[in-house]
């Protein structure tokens, strides 16, 4: 199963959204301990009257979810499927707070029905008129991963030609507290640019959105394509990892979840000692942070070095030689639980 | 009552987060539901819930709620109607 | 690849029973698991009906078989507890090579515990227990549920509002039918919270004399909570082992009405297509159907939507159709699985389920629902309709063998 990528879009604390080189002029965030996405001005890309409930993640989403499109050419596709680990959070807590508030009288309706996980999905597909497909996956670090395999299955199985696929996840300030808490992060603020370097405990918090325009056959638009997509939940040991990537198509080169947490990415180490030892690794969590679905950045970033065929300096993690990139393997963990790896492949 | 009718196209814009507009592009006579503004269920839900938070006013059916809350001008005459002070 | 998707067992709790025993006991019975609201403290306690599963969180842990001090939301110990159902009534066993994934769906997560942790952060964000706020996320309970019972293929959640499970059924016969997976547990759990009936309490769609579903005078639905599970396999998985299949999965289609929000189209097009798309892949004429599960919440803009859908598709021939949900009551995420069990039992029972509370019909439809159970009938296919916010509409279509 395999679908060609037609255009992608993403919100994320870099510039990805506005700037076509952003990955040459990366954002530099200087003592901090969670970074926040780089949001465009609304106005003009979306209604007034339409975004005027919208919280920040639908925002987001639809924004970014209308340029991916645009990018794709396609006016409406078939299906919407998008994946989300936190799903709306910001309405979450507000209408728990205003439970509490209010003493659970005369609440205002609007964050209640903005908390449910489908919300962009369904706003998505409420702006186009879409009728196609529609859903919405909430599993922590698999919420991307069975987006696109369910996206990969709809387009093998014919129910639909294009695909709109996706993922999101919006750190509130609550959000981190709680994380924050559970000892998820760094204490000590660092600069996110150099997480690869700090041999501490915990990650920078992250968020972002991002989409993917998918198609079953190649066309003109076509800039890469992803040839697998699969999933290990908890593995008993170092070999069933192994065996997830072992036998996957031969990579030119990974991008890896490193996220500076020194637990965390020894795993990381270790495939990159053994099954990855030949292979140049790159990483991306110090341009977007950690959250639940950032696979999906990773992979909009995955199918940019192939279309472009340049490897951004700013990814690297050695001085590995690069020829010809016809295959990527992603490979990401999330708290050694959630493990996945999707290939992004020339076209 | 044209002080009620401005502060009540205030509170509207506040409450619907109707950012982009000013008092003074709300029309007064015109519908504010489905014509007109433009407005839909939800915004009707958050309206009923600030005539009872900030005027003490229940709507009670919803064919009340369609006449109380058809214009700013209906809606306006509503709480003159039943004000309690 | 297509190969047939077989139903091998059911697992189910609900307000009317903890077990498919004491649920087939309840519908064969009529008897209807709306009550007060004594779990949860609230300040409608009084004022708004609920169909509570009649068991404390100590009681669901014993009954789950999880240990006292493991810290489980109630929505994941309702799934567990069906699942296993789920699995012991299918005579699955495990062997090398096989692979298993578990779907499971809810709305609602951990939430029954993050709104006891949130009532002390909100004061002081170094309070609330971070036991409580652990389990709040999608993917707790599923975690939960696929690592007690040994599944690990594929693991994954759905969150699509109201038709949540059913998705992860039509998900999980997917899975079967493309030969990805050869024994998938599909299903959902939603247990009651203070933020879904504080949520529909503020959209005003709760009817505080119990849900009358299809009803004329019908104002609103009933918040239900519990978890509906089936056993899918393919045809080798059942063959290598000998055992007979309950059901098929014949049909499952998913459509998006994309009109609201909340509300659903005056004509009811997502759901006319998701019906429709079902029929397609089921290779049925709507005349073919037997009974039709509605989604029938009881509120007065679904039960117009769906009912016209159900009219613009099977014209003239309705066939019998009912709604549950005055049974259990509307059980959010967990409804498409908990009617799915229904769906097959009425299959397997031969037997149209009543929609109690029913009495006046509709104006606006010519057709009524089932208003008393028939026992004996001729129920080889049978429809069952899920919708949710944000219009997604998903309908499937069980097969008896």
Redesign the interface.
């Known amino acids: 199963m395999e679908a060609y990528i037609n255009g992608y879009s993403s919100i994320s604390p870099q510039n990805s959204f506005t700037e076509e080189m952003f990955l040459q002029e990366p954002r530099d965030y200087n003592g901090v301990r969670f970074l926040k996405c780089v949001e465009p001005q609304y106005t003009g890309l979306l209604d007034?009257?339409a975004a005027?409930?919208m919280s920040r993640i639908i925002k987001m989403g639809v924004t970014a979810a209308m340029r991916c499109l645009k990018n794709a050419g396609l006016e409406k596709p078939g299906a919407?499927i998008t994946g989300t680990?936190?799903?709306c959070v910001e309405d979450t807590?507000r209408?728990?707070?205003s439970?509490?508030e209010n003493?659970?009288?005369?609440?205002?309706?609007?964050p209640?029905?903005?908390?449910?996980?489908?919300?962009v999905?369904?706003?998505i597909?409420?702006m186009?008129?879409?009728?196609?497909?529609?859903?919405?996956?909430?599993?922590?670090g698999?919420?991307f991963e069975?987006a696109l395999l369910?996206a990969l299955?709809l387009l093998?199985?014919g129910e639909a030609d294009e695909i709109l696929a996706g993922a999101l996840d919006e750190l509130t300030p609550?959000l981190f507290?709680?994380t924050d808490?559970?000892g998820f992060w760094k204490k000590e603020p660092v600069n996110n640019l150099r997480l690869g370097e700090y041999k501490t405990h915990g990650s920078i918090a992250g968020e972002g959105v991002a989409f993917l325009a998918l198609s079953r056959n190649k066309t003109e638009k076509s800039v890469a394509a992803i040839t697998s997509v699969r999933?290990?939940?908890?593995p008993e040991g170092f070999d069933e990892v192994e065996e997830l990537l072992k036998n996957q198509a031969k990579p030119n080169l990974v991008i890896l979840g490193i996220n500076g947490d020194n637990e965390g990415d020894r795993l990381y180490q270790k495939l990159r000692s053994g099954i990855f030892s030949n292979i140049p690794a790159l990483y991306y969590k110090h341009l977007c942070g950690e959250y639940d679905t950032s696979t999906a950045f990773a992979t909009t970033l995955a199918a940019r070095i192939i279309k472009d065929q340049h490897v951004p300096e700013i990814m690297k993690t050695d001085d590995h030689h690069y020829g010809t990139i016809n295959n990527i393997l992603i490979y990401n963990h999330l708290r050694n639980?959630d493990h996945s790896s999707i290939v992004v492949s020339s076209c | 009552m044209e002080q009620l009718v401005q502060k009540l196209k205030e509170e509207i814009i506040t409450v619907l987060n109707l950012s982009e507009m000013k008092p003074e592009n709300i029309d007064e006579k015109a519908p504010l539901f489905i014509d007109g503004l433009g407005l839909d269920s939800i915004d009707a839900l958050e309206l009923t819930v600030l005539l009872e938070k900030k005027y003490g006013l229940k709507i009670n059916t919803p064919e009340e709620g369609k006449k109380v809350l058809y214009s700013v001008n209906s809606l306006a005459q509503f709480i003159r109607e039943n004000n309690k002070g | 690849m297509s190969g047939k998707v077989y139903i091998t067992g059911t697992g189910i709790i609900s307000s009317t029973g903890q077990n498919c025993k004491e649920v087939l006991d309840s519908l064969l019975s009529s008897r209807s698991g709306i009550g007060n609201l004594t779990l949860i403290d609230s300040v409608h306690k009084d004022e708004i009906p609920v169909a509570e599963v009649k068991a404390s969180n100590e009681l669901l842990k014993q009954l789950a078989g999880v240990p006292h001090r493991e810290t489980w939301s109630r929505t994941s110990l309702l799934g567990l507890i069906a699942v296993r159902e789920a699995l012991a009534s299918s005579g699955f066993t495990d062997s090398p090579g096989i692979r298993k994934g578990i779907i499971s769906a809810t709305t609602v997560g951990g939430m029954d515990r993050t709104e006891r942790f949130y009532k002390h952060f909100r004061k002081n964000n170094c309070h609330g227990r971070l036991r409580d706020v652990i389990t709040h996320d999608m993917g707790d309970s599923t975690e939960k549920i696929a690592g007690a019972c040994g599944i690990k293929d594929i693991v994954t959640t759905i969150s699509t509002a109201c038709s949540s499970s059913a998705n992860s059924i039509l998900l999980g016969s997917r899975l079967i039918s493309s030969g990805i997976l050869d024994m998938v547990v599909a299903g959902g759990a939603d247990s009651l919270t203070l933020f879904t009936l504080n949520g529909f309490n503020s959209l005003m769609i709760l009817d505080k004399r119990g849900c009358k579903p299809f009803d004329d005078d019908r104002n609103g639905l009933t918040l239900g909570e519990g978890a509906g599970y089936l056993v899918l396999e393919s045809e080798q998985s059942v063959e290598r082992s000998g055992r007979k299949a309950l059901a098929v999965v014949s049909g499952y289609g998913n459509a998006c009405d994309a009109f609201h929000q909340t509300a659903s189209s005056p004509d009811g097009d997502g759901a006319f297509l998701s019906m429709k798309k079902a029929l397609t892949r089921a290779q049925l004429d709507p005349s073919e159907i037997n009974y039709i599960n509605a989604h029938g919440t009881g509120t007065r803009n679904n039960d117009l939507s769906e009912g016209r859908a159900i009219e613009r598709l099977f014209a003239s021939s309705v066939p019998p159709f009912s709604s549950t949900k005055a049974y259990t009551g509307h059980t959010l995420g967990a409804a498409g699985g908990i009617e799915a069990v229904f769906s097959v039992m009425a299959i397997t029972e031969k037997c149209i389920w009543p929609s109690l509370h029913f009495s006046r019909p509709m104006n606006e439809l010519k057709f009524v629902p089932e208003g008393n159970l028939i026992r004996n009938a001729n129920v080889r296919n049978v429809l069952s309709n899920s919708f949710g916010f944000g219009g997604n509409n998903t309908s499937l279509i069980f097969t008896g063998i």
């Open positions: 007034p009257m005027r409930r919407i680990g936190m799903g807590g209408f728990l707070s439970i509490y003493e659970e009288k005369l609440l205002n309706p609007t209640f029905i903005q908390s449910t996980h489908n919300t999905a369904a706003t597909a409420l186009l008129k879409c009728n196609g497909y529609n859903s919405t996956y909430g599993h922590r698999f919420s069975t369910d299955m093998a199985e609550d507290t709680i808490r559970l999933t290990l939940f908890n639980r």
